[in-house]
């Protein structure tokens, strides 16, 4: 049953995250838009006149269409959870729950922004929660590596469970020091998006077991 929510998740979660970067703002920058530290970081991001219109109007459709990736991806990591079972598996589901309050807290000062509130109080009412976001994904990123490692790496479906494993280790590494070189979140993005493109097909397969025992 687990497994099965895990692997339905998995599956709308991709999908909707390939709708997201059809929805991705041109020429706009929407991490830049997450951590705006102020007002004066609202004007260099949105920027003036037709230009802040047009990157208003496609931020607002993708924020809007973010709301349903942040259910997507909750429950593929929660359901994953579940699969670990335990303490261990209780842990990845609250951090994975408070990570996507988070990013619909993020949603709710973006939308705030789009909608002319263009201070210091909404950027720290965005940025805040966009930070423990990305900090909260990073660490359940490295809680789930070693579920797909722990019963070795032999045969085809084995190093599918070990690129999965080691794809979510170095993107919760990646997503951590992103908290500090904001930049660097980008490919911790890059390497959550293999892993969970990896994990569909072990998850597909039934390739064995997922968790520690």
């Known amino acids: 049953m687990e497994r099965d929510l895990a692997f339905s998740f998995n599956v709308a ?33 949105y920027g003036s006149g037709a230009a ?7 931020l607002k459709v993708n924020t809007l269409a973010d709301f349903a990736f942040i259910l997507c991806y909750g429950g593929a990591f929660f359901t994953l959870g579940l699969l670990a079972g335990g303490a261990y598996g209780i842990v990845v589901c609250v ?16 939308l705030r922004t789009i909608a002319g509130e263009a201070s210091d109080e909404v950027a720290r009412a965005t940025r805040t929660p966009a930070l423990i976001k990305w900090g909260l994904l990073g660490v359940v990123c490295l809680l789930l590596s070693p579920l797909f490692l722990a019963h070795g790496i032999g045969g085809g479906w084995g190093m599918a469970r070990a690129v999965t494993g080691v794809s979510y280790a170095v993107a919760g ?16 993005v890059s390497l959550m998006s293999l892993a969970l493109l990896v994990q569909m097909a072990v998850l597909w397969g039934n390739a064995g077991a997922i968790g520690f025992e």
Request: hydrophobic share 55%; glycine share 10%.
């Open 95 to 110: 951090l994975a729950w408070c990570a996507a309050m988070a990013d619909v807290a993020e949603n709710v000062g973006i």
């Open 52 to 58: 802040r219109a047009e990157f208003a109007h496609t």
């Open 173 to 188: 590494v990646h997503l951590l020091w992103g908290l500090r070189q904001h930049g660097v979140i980008k490919w911790g």
């Open 13 to 45: 979660t991709v999908a909707m995250g390939l709708t997201m970067s059809l929805l991705r703002p041109k020429g706009g920058d929407v991490l830049a838009a997450e951590l705006v530290r102020n007002a004066k970081d609202i004007e260099a991001v």
